[in-house]
């Protein structure tokens, strides 16, 4: 299940077979890093052995993973460092700043066949049927890092940034000052408001009651809400920021249960887990934007 949702707009009428979109993915298929190498990035078959793992009608999971070298620049400089005390007793005078630039980036080239590697993974599911593409990423570099590779692999990919006639800023501005939720929606116990002027002043509220007059007064005062909590729909727990982003997402146990009945193995507990997951974002997708004042279509 994923556990954020940066969420990007694909043309209704977009669609891929799953035979294209695997034979297309091949051109950023995953290598892992040689020697040489400091970073390689590519997709990975999230389960099984196609590269897209198909789910119902018209929706894909794809996996991109990174492997990079862990070869910190501590252990580079300190290395370089001492080299240059040896060299500078050598030729009798300190080494000067082009010849330390060669010696770091020597010591960088014996150390990184050597380095360990350590790899991430950021899943992504297209829902071609619907127009969503979900990345499930803490933050947007990492979400476009695995995007503009995609872009790279597939002949067509006309994708872009959700727009919605209200920022998350002013509605979740409007549902604190208001005290009321979207419908579908409730407002949990998490919260930070922050100052919009210099200094960014900052109030975090963590389990703690959002109904309050001092919320309100934060509000009042010129705080900005950057992060709420909420609910939706007694199905879904998430936390919405003001860059769009929905993060700790995490179904709850309704739905937890409805997975859990449909499946005899591990296989059929992924399938289960994936129809799910596609099922109930087809459903609360829609909701955030509404909640939002309706999508901005682009002329």
């Not at 002949?155 to 000052?177: G, H, K, Q, Y």
């Not at 703690?208 to 007064?217: F, I, K, S, W």
């Not at 009945?261 to 059929?268: L, P, R």
């Not at 459903?283 to 934007?289: G, N, T, W």
Request: glycine share 6%; charged share 25%.
């Amino acid at each position: 299940m994923f556990h954020n949702a940066m969420i990007y707009r694909l043309p209704p009428a977009w669609s891929i077979t799953a035979q294209a979109l695997n034979e297309q993915l091949q051109r950023q298929r995953f290598q892992p890093c040689g020697k040489m190498d400091p970073q390689t990035k590519g997709f990975v078959p999230p389960a099984g052995d196609a590269l897209a793992y198909t789910i119902g009608n018209q929706a894909f999971l794809l996996a991109l993973q990174v492997e990079a070298k862990l070869l910190p620049t501590a252990v580079i400089n300190r290395a370089a460092q001492e080299r240059a005390e040896e060299l500078a007793v050598q030729q009798g005078y300190p080494v000067g700043r082009k010849q330390m630039k060669e010696l770091r980036e020597r010591v960088r080239d014996e150390l990184l066949p050597r380095a360990f590697t350590q790899c991430r993974r950021t899943m992504l599911l297209i829902d071609a049927q619907e127009g969503w593409l979900v990345v499930d990423a803490g933050n947007a570099s990492k979400a476009e890092e695995a995007l503009e590779l995609l872009g790279k692999a597939l002949d067509n990919f006309p994708l872009e940034r959700l727009n919605t006639a209200m920022s998350p800023t002013a509605a979740m501005t409007e549902w604190l000052a208001s005290g009321e939720a979207p419908e579908g929606f409730t407002i949990d116990r998490d919260c930070e408001v922050k100052s919009p002027v210099e200094g960014k002043a900052t109030v975090r509220y963590v389990r703690h009651t959002l109904e309050g007059d001092d919320v309100r007064q934060h509000i009042a005062a010129g705080k900005l809400p950057t992060r709420l909590a909420m609910t939706w729909n007694d199905r879904m727990s998430l936390v919405l920021t003001e860059k769009q982003e929905v993060k700790r997402l995490a179904f709850l146990d309704v739905v937890k249960e409805q997975a859990e009945t449909q499946a005899e193995n591990a296989a059929e507990q992924l399938d289960a887990d994936l129809a799910i997951l596609t099922g109930e974002l087809r459903h609360f997708i829609p909701a955030l934007v509404e909640a939002l004042g309706g999508e901005v279509l682009n002329a």
